[in-house]
């Protein structure tokens, strides 16, 4: 069964330094996401992505964070200068008619 | 704007025992709404979906819900749960798209459900 992939499963790094998340979507979708999820918080939306442009952005989402689906295959989140409340498992997705969700990244930045 | 309410932050049950998670929804259109599973340090696994089809979907692992539109409701139920049940749950529902490109979710906050032997 095709699945949603995410690299890397951890990535620990200091405040001012940027990260790239990486996500593999199913291959025969056409809109993707990110969500987050801070520990003990609900999930929330970050950004959706179609037609290699952005379509809807949350107010989490600023100027330090952008997408990128580079190739055909990945699609990345970058955050420019983290910072420590950016701490929290970040998820992918990508859909048809449901979303199907990867298995997370979780960031830590200290 | 969507926005979703779990009744019950924590839910335990006795192996056996019937499973009953709540979930109420608001929307301005009508909704496509989901039930996602996430196990301790793991992903978000979709348990079922409800897409304006049948109001009583039935998903994985013999859960199943249904749909009222009367109640603004869509209730996880599973007959009798297994100790592999114990996992946080979340409800979600559709936000309405815009040109058909925006299919983002909104969360509820989740009911952690533990299942005693």
């Known amino acids: 069964e095709p699945e949603v992939t995410q690299t890397p499963s951890h990535q620990v790094t200091q405040m001012g330094q940027e990260v790239i998340l990486r996500c593999v979507p199913i291959s025969n979708h056409l809109y993707f996401y990110w969500y987050r999820q801070i520990l003990g918080q609900k999930v929330e939306f970050l950004v959706s992505f179609y037609n290699n442009e952005i379509s809807e952005k949350s107010e989490i989402f600023d100027d330090q964070f952008s997408v990128e689906r580079p190739d055909g295959s990945n699609f990345t989140l970058k955050i420019r200068s983290t910072k420590l409340e950016d701490s929290a498992m970040y998820f992918c997705?990508?859909?048809?008619?449901?979303?199907?969700f990867g298995p997370g990244t979780r960031l830590t930045v200290l | 704007a969507q926005s979703v309410t779990q009744l019950g932050s924590h839910v335990s049950v006795s192996e056996g025992a019937l499973v009953l998670l709540r979930c109420n929804y608001s929307?301005?259109?009508?909704?496509?709404l989901f039930w996602y599973v996430q196990y301790p340090n793991q992903g978000l696994q979709l348990l079922l979906k409800?897409?304006?089809?049948?109001?009583l979907v039935k998903g994985i692992n013999g859960f199943e819900a249904e749909f009222k539109k009367s109640e603004t409701s869509f209730h996880l139920t599973k007959p009798s749960a297994h100790m592999s049940d114990a996992a946080e749950y979340f409800c979600?529902?559709?936000?309405?798209?815009?040109?058909?490109?925006?299919?983002?979710?909104?969360f509820g906050k989740g009911t952690l459900l533990t299942v005693n032997p």
């Open positions: 997705a990508s859909s048809e008619r449901a979303q199907y």
């Open positions: 979600a529902v559709r936000a309405e798209g815009s040109g058909g490109s925006n299919y983002k979710l909104t």
């Open positions: 929307s301005s259109v009508p909704p496509y």
């Open positions: 409800y897409t304006s089809a049948a109001t």
